[in-house]
């Protein structure tokens, strides 16, 4: 089978397919799709990095938790792909930076007789155009963490990276995208969409809230019998025996408060 195919990076995140460990070729897809279109300076947590276009940027343990395999298996996944002259890899400071030799060919078309390089051609169609002209206007980084998104809450993109772009977090892009996960679990309906939980900072309440190794609010009350019924303000609220409670979500002694 030979050609090729346009594979947006949303696929990863589509709601319609079942979440699974990932054979090989979805992992090397997903390298293709989340590699840097351009050269760039991201942060990733505490660390300012140089990222070339085809270099894709994350810590192996990220890696194992998206693929859902052990982090020795993907050591040994980027080795093969190394020996195959595939990538080539850096480690610093916990950060691993994989480079997809030969990136271009999987942006452009080749010439089978002559290995030229050759852009495809984009109908005139305004539509179409104006589709082309999005592409690439997105960090690396920002589409790693929107990636990372509920598929539910991805709305707003443009607006998110805007919040994404002036946003002063000290994280990992994995770190971060676990503060939203676990933000949209904690929240269900009324989880903050991705640009107002960015403009508001709200990854410094979810690192508060939960400690790591203790369990969260949400928790120690289901544990006593209440059931959590959503979150308002700096309120968690609860019902249990037909009654509603709030306790505030930062309070240590847990102190509830029957809601009037």
């Not at 607006?159 to 994995?174: D, M, P, R, V």
């Not at 410094?204 to 019998?225: C, S």
């Not at 959503?230 to 309120?235: A, E, K, L, Q």
Request: charge should be positive; charged fraction near 30%.
């Amino acid at each position: 089978m030979s050609g090729y195919v346009k594979i947006s990076r949303a696929i990863f995140g589509h709601g319609m397919f079942k979440e699974e460990p990932y054979t090989e070729t979805q992992a090397w897809i997903w390298f293709i799709c989340g590699a840097s279109y351009r050269n760039d300076t991201v942060r990733v947590g505490h660390l300012i990095v140089d990222v070339k276009r085809g270099e894709y940027v994350a810590s192996i343990r990220f890696l194992a938790k998206k693929f859902k395999w052990t982090t020795s298996r993907v050591k040994r996944f980027l080795d093969r792909l190394t020996r195959g002259k595939m990538v080539t890899t850096k480690a610093t400071q916990g950060i691993t930076s994989i480079n997809l030799l030969n990136y271009d060919e999987y942006q452009f078309f080749i010439q089978p007789a002559t290995h030229k390089q050759i852009q495809p051609r984009i109908k005139t169609d305004t539509n179409i155009s104006k589709e082309v002209n999005k592409i690439n206007i997105y960090t690396s980084q920002f589409e790693l963490f929107w990636s990372n998104i509920p598929s539910k809450m991805r709305k707003g993109k443009g607006k998110a990276y805007k919040a994404f772009k002036k946003s002063k977090y000290e994280l990992t892009i994995e770190e971060l995208s676990e503060r939203y996960r676990k933000h949209h679990e904690l929240n269900g309906e009324f989880t903050k969409h991705p640009a107002t939980w960015l403009n508001q900072e709200c990854w410094l309440d979810d690192e508060v809230q939960e400690t790591k190794g203790q369990p969260t609010l949400k928790d120690r009350m289901e544990t006593l019998g209440y059931k959590h019924t959503g979150r308002f303000g700096d309120y968690e609220e609860f019902i249990k025996d037909n009654k509603k409670y709030k306790i505030h979500r930062f309070d240590k002694n847990a102190t509830i408060e029957l809601d009037s």
